[in-house]
C-alpha cells in the first residue's frame, strides 16, 4: 500500500509536466495512478476475503508514536477498490470533458491525483494518527478543487465554508483520537476497536471522532456545505462529494462500529443525525431545478441511510450498508458524469429547459437509466440488493422495538422520496418535454424568470471517454446485483467483526414478506410523488414561507459573522497597538508575579557588605549619576553620552570582578556604540521632541521604579539561593584538556558552548542585513566604493563627500592643494581617498594620526584573534579592533576612504565567516567526532619552535569575519550611505531655492538666503 | 569549592546591587517613552543592568578564568561571562538595528517616535461600533438561493460537444 502512495506522489509532481506535454490527454496518464490501486485491491481479493489480506509498517517519529502502518481488510479492500475504481474512471472521463483551452488543468491533475492519493492512505491506514494525516489531506485537496474557479466568489465561498466545516469536525476528530489512543495505550487503529477501553473518557472521545464524520460525511447540521461544493467542476463532484471523500466519514463509522456502536451516544448520535439527514436530504432534493443539486441533496440522504446502516451495529445491516456503500459509488458518480455530459451538450443544468435530450444522446441516457435504476431500489440493481438487505435487518432487528419502527419507518420513508428524485432527475434530464407558458413556469418556481427550452436538435453524439465511463459504472451497477453471492463472500468478512445480531444475506429474491410489501409500496408511494411533482413543490414552497425556519446555510453565515465580531472585540481589547503599553503590561507583570514570589519567598542573605574594593563605589557612582542624567536629558547627544558613561563604569565593574574578557569587550562595543549613534543621530533633530505628559511620566516612573527594586531583590537573593555546584567548575579543566587553551571564557564559546555563539553570529548577520536595507532604500549593489569612483560633488570637479554639494569656500583654498585631478602624481597623500573629501573638512593631523594607527591597530586585532584562547581577547575583541580601525579611516578619510581601507563587501565578511564556523563543526563532524568539536594539533616546526593550534581557533576567525562584517556594514551604511543622502539632499535644497548657477556653483546673490547657503555648507541638518 | 566556602562569599555586595538597580529603574523609564531614540538608550541601561545582575548571579568576584594565572579555586565564573560577553555583543547588533529603524522613520516622518499602530487602532474603532473590520465572504448572506448560484457556474468544458 505504500507501493500505491508512492505511485500517487509520483503521478502529482509529474501531473504538471504532463499536462504541459500532452494537454488534457494527460489525464490518461494520471488514471493510471488510482487504476493501479483497483487493481492492487483486485489482485488481493480472494486472500482477503479469507483474511489473510497484507499488513505493512514504517516506523515513522518513533518518539510520537506515529509509525505508517497500513492494512487491507474487506472494509478497507471496499474502499480502496472504490476509490481507484472510480477515479481511475472519472479521470478518463476528465480528458474529454474539459475544454483543450481550460485554465488551471496543471493544478487541477495534481490535486486530483494527490487527493486520490490521500484517500488510498485514509482507508488503508492503521494507525489513527496517520489516518488523521491522510483524513487533512482530503480536506485541503478538496478545499482546492470546490476552489478551482477561483475567480468566482461562489466557488470562493463554498471552498471556504467546506474547508471550515470539515477542519473544524477534523480538530474535533484530532482531539478524540489523541483521548482514545491515550486511554487505550495504542494509536494502532485494529487493536483500539478489537480492545475498546472502558471510561467516560472513552464515551467523550467516540462522539468527538463522530463529529468529524458527522462533518466530512455532510450529515444534518452540516450538510449544507455538500451542495454548495456544487461549485466544484462536474468530475470532482462525481468523485469527492459521491464517491469517495463523503465516504471518508462512512468509512470511519463503519471502522469504529465494531468496538463502540453499543455506546448509547453513538447510537443517539448515528441513528438520530442519520435519520434527520435522509428524510431532510430526500425532502430538499424535491424541489431543486438544478441537476446537480437534486443529485447533492440525494447524496446527503444517502449518506443518512448508509450511516444508519453501518452505525447500527448488527451484523446484517452492517452488511447491507457495506452493500449500499458500493452501489452508491457506483450510482452515484454515474448520475454526475451522465450530468456532465448533458451540461456540456446543452450548456444547462436546469430541469426545467431541458428537453429531448434521451432521444438524441441514447447512450448517455442508457448510462443514466442504468444509475437511477440501481438509486431508487429497482430489481435486479445493485441498489436493490443493499436495500432489500437493509430492510430485512430492520425488520429483524434486534434493538428495542420502538427504535427499530421508528428507523424502518425512515428509512421507507427515505426512500420514498429517493424514489420520486431520481424520477424526477431522469425525467428532468432525458424526457422530452412540451413546451409552456412563461406564466406557469414562473408561478411554479417561484422565481421570475425561467429561460425557454433548450432545442434538442443541435445536439449530438458524444466523445466514447464522456459516455463509457459512466456506462461502465452503471453496467457494473446491474453486473455486482446478478452475482449478490460473490459480494456476500466479499464483505461478510467484515460484517462479521461486528458484535450483534444475526449474519445477514445479500439475494435478489428473498421471497414474500413484510419486506417485499415495503419494497412495492415504496416504489408506488415514490411515482405518485414523482407524478404529482408541481403539488409537492408547491407544497414545500408554502411550509418554508409558514415555517420560516432558518436555512442551516443562513445559520453558518451569522455564525461566522459572529465570530468576526468578537475575534474584533478581543483584538481591540488586547492588541492597543501602543508599544509603550506593550511594555508597561510585561513590566508590571515582572513585578507583580516573579518580583513578588522574590520578595515574599525568599530567605534574605543575613549579612551585607558595601564592596570587594572601594573603587567599585566610584564606579558604581558614576554608573548611578550618568544613567539618571540620561533619564533626564532633552537634548539626544547628551543622552548617548552619558548612556555611554554608564557603559565605561560597567566596563570597569567587569574588570573588578575578575572579568578581563569582558572589560575589554564592554570598551570596544561601548566605543563603536558612540560613534554610530553620533553618524545617525547628526540626522535627527537635537532635542528629544517635548511631551509635558505629567502623569504618564509619573506611572513611566513608579514602573521604573518598581522593575528596579524587584531586579535588585533578584540580585539580592539569586546569589544566596544556588544550591547546587555550579557547572562551570568543571570548565578550568576541560578549557585545558580538550579545549587547548587556558582562556576559559574564550574556550566557553568556541568550544563548550560554540552552538550558542553559532547562533549569536547567525543573529548579528541578520542585524548587519536588517541596518542595510533599511537604510540603502534605492538598491545595494556588490559595490565598494574607492578613491577612483569619487563623483565630484559640482561640475567644476572639486571633491564633493561632506561638501553640501557647493564648491568649497575660500578659507579652504590651502587645502585644496593635492585634491586636484592629477595631484595623486604630484605628492603623497596621507590617505588614498583623503583627497575626495572636501577641502573644508579634511584635517591634515588627523590623516597622519590616522596613517600611522590603522596598522598598528589591526595588528593588535590579529594578537588578541590569535592570542585569545590563551589570555584575554578572542574574535569578538579582535573584530571589534579591526571595526574601530575602520571607523578611524572612515571618520579621517570620507566614505570613499572606507573602500580603500576594506576593499570588500560587508555581505563576503559575513557570509564567509558563518561559512568558516560552520565549516569547522562540519569537518569535525567528518573526521568522526561531534559537531564542533575541537582537535589539538602540535608539531614542530624549524625557527618557530612549538606550534600547537586548535581547530577551534578557525571558529573564532570566522567568529571574527562576522563581527568585522557587521561593524563594516554599519559604517557603510550608517555612516557612508547617509552622508550620499545628506549631500544629495544638500543639492536638492540648494537647487529648489535656486542658489546655484548653470555650472553648479554658489551663487553670490542678494536674493538667496544667507542660511541657505550656511546651511548648504555646513553639515546639513534639519 | 567547598559549600562552606560558598555561603562566605555569597555576601552581596551592596553597591552592584544598587547599581543594577538604577540602571534597570532608568532603563524601564526610558524604553516606556516614544522617541525611538530614547527607547534605545534605555535599553542599553538596561541590558547594561541585566549583564550585571547576571555577573552577580554568577557567584562571587575572583581572579580572572585563565588557567595558571588563577587558580581553578579562585576563579570568577566563566559561564556567565560568556553568556555576558555574547550579550554585549548582540546589544551592539540591535543598536545598530535600531538607530537604522530611527533614522528611517526620520526619513519617511520627520521624527523618530513610536506611533500606535494605525491598524490595530482602526479594528478597534470598527469593533466599538460592531462594524466588520475586513471583508469576510464567508460571512456574508448574499440572499441568493442555490438554485440561483448553480444558474451561474458552469465548467470549462469542451466547445466541440456544446456545437
Known sequence: MLELL??????????????????????????????????????????????????????????????????????????????????????VYCSAYFSASAQGLRRFSATFVGFAGAMVGLVTADDMLLLFVFWEL??????????????????????????????????????????????????????????PPPGTAVTVAIVCILAGAVTKSALVPFHFWLPAAMAAPTPVSAYLHAAAMVKAGVYLVARFAPGYSGLLAWQVVVLVLGCGTLLLGGYRALRQHDLKLVLAFGTVSQLGLIIVLVGLGTRSAALAGLAMVGAHAMF?????????????????????????????????????????????????????????????????????????????????????????????????AFASKAPRPEATVALESGTAAVEPLIDPSRLHSQSPFLTVPPLVLGVLGLATALVPHLGEHLLQPYAETYPTGEPGHLALWGGFGPVLAITVTVLALGALAWWQRARVEGLQLRWSARWRVPEADAVYRRTMRRLDDSAADVTSVTQRGSLPFYLGVILVVLVALPGMVVILGTSWPVSVRWWNQPVQGLAVLAIVISSILAARARRRLKAVFL??????????????????????????????????????????????SNRPLARSRWTRLSIGVASGLAVMAFALAAPHARTAAPVSDQFAEGASTYGGGKNVVNVTLVDIR??????????????????????FIRRRTGKVLRARDAVPAVDGGAPGVWSGGTVDDASAALRRRGTEPGAHDRMRAWLP?????????????????????????????????????????????????????????????????????????????????LFLSVGVGLVALLAGGDALQSVILEWHVPLLGEVHLVTSLFFDVGVFLVVVGLVLDILRSLGAEVDRQIDADARAMLESQGALDDEGRLRERADVPADVRGEGTRRAGT | MSGAQHAVEMTPNAVLVLAIGVLVATGVYLMLERSLTRVLIGFILLGNGVNLLLLVAGGAAGGAPIVGETPVGKMSDPLVQALILTAIVITLGLTAFILAMAYRSWQLHGHDEVQDDVEDRRIARLAARNEPSFEDADAEESGETLDDTAATVRDETDEEAAE
Open chain 1, 332 to 428: 452515484k458518480a454515474a448520475l454526475f458524469l451522465v450530468t456532465g455530459v448533458v451540461d456540456a451538450a446543452t450548456g444547462t443544468r436546469d430541469l426545467r429547459r431541458l428537453t429531448g435530450v434521451g432521444r438524441r444522446m441514447p447512450l448517455t441516457a442508457t448510462a443514466g437509466g442504468l444509475a437511477v435504476a440501481s438509486m431508487i431500489g429497482l430489481p435486479p440493481f445493485a441498489g436493490y440488493v443493499a436495500k432489500e438487505a437493509g430492510l430485512e435487518s430492520l425488520v429483524h432487528g434486534d434493538g428495542p422495538a420502538w427504535v427499530d419502527a421508528a428507523v424502518l419507518t425512515a428509512v421507507a420513508a427515505g426512500s420514498v422520496l429517493t424514489v420520486a428524485y431520481g424520477l424526477r432527475f431522469f425525467w428532468g
Open chain 1, 754 to 775: 560554540a552552538w550558542d555563539t553559532m547562533g549569536e553570529i547567525s543573529v548579528l548577520l541578520v542585524a548587519a542585513t536588517g541596518v542595510a536595507s533599511l537604510v
Open chain 1, 643 to 688: 548612556a555611554g558613561i554608564a557603559g565605561y563604569g560597567n566596563a570597569l565593574l567587569f574588570l573588578l570582578h575578575g572579568a578581563p574578557d569582558l572589560a575589554l569587550t564592554q570598551v570596544l562595543v561601548e566605543t563603536v556604540t558612540l560613534v554610530v549613534m553620533v553618524l545617525v543621530l547628526r540626522r535627527l533633530p537635537p532635542y528629544f
Open chain 1, 6 to 91: 508512492v505511485a500517487h506522489l509520483a503521478m502529482v509532481l509529474l501531473a504538471p509536466a504532463l499536462v504541459s506535454w500532452l494537454g488534457r490527454r494527460a489525464f490518461l496518464v494520471l488514471a493510471l495512478a488510482p487504476a493501479s490501486a483497483a487493481a492492487y485491491a483486485l489482485a488481493w481479493s480472494s486472500r482477503v476475503a479469507d483474511g489473510h489480506g497484507p499488513t505493512q509498517h514504517l516506523e515513522w517519529v518513533p518518539g510520537l508514536d506515529l509509525s505508517l502502518t497500513f492494512r487491507l481488510d474487506s472494509l478497507s479492500w471496499l474502499m480502496l477498490l472504490l476509490v481507484g475504481g472510480v477515479g481511475a474512471l472519472v479521470l
Open chain 1, 833 to 913: 581617498a583623503g583627497g575626495t573629501l572636501a577641502p573644508q573638512r579634511r584635517s591634515v593631523v588627523f590623516e597622519v594620526v590616522t596613517r600611522l594607527l590603522f596598522h598598528s591597530m589591526v595588528v593588535f586585532a590579529l594578537f588578541l584573534l590569535f592570542s585569545g584562547h590563551n589570555g584575554p581577547g578572542g574574535g569578538f575583541a579582535a573584530g571589534l579592533v579591526v571595526g574601530i580601525a575602520l571607523t578611524v579611516r572612515y571618520l579621517a578619510g570620507g566614505r570613499y576612504e572606507l573602500g580603500e581601507a576594506a576593499p570588500v563587501s560587508p555581505g563576503v565578511l559575513l557570509g564567509s565567516g
Open chain 1, 138 to 195: 482530503t480536506t485541503v485537496a478538496s478545499y482546492v478543487l470546490i476552489g478551482h474557479y477561483a475567480e468566482r466568489k461562489a466557488s470562493r465561498r463554498a471552498a471556504m465554508q467546506a474547508i471550515v466545516l470539515t477542519t473544524a469536525g477534523g480538530l474535533a476528530m484530532l482531539a478524540g483520537v489523541v483521548v482514545l489512543g491515550t486511554a487505550a495505550g495504542t494509536y494502532r487503529l485494529s487493536e483500539v476497536v478489537a480492545h
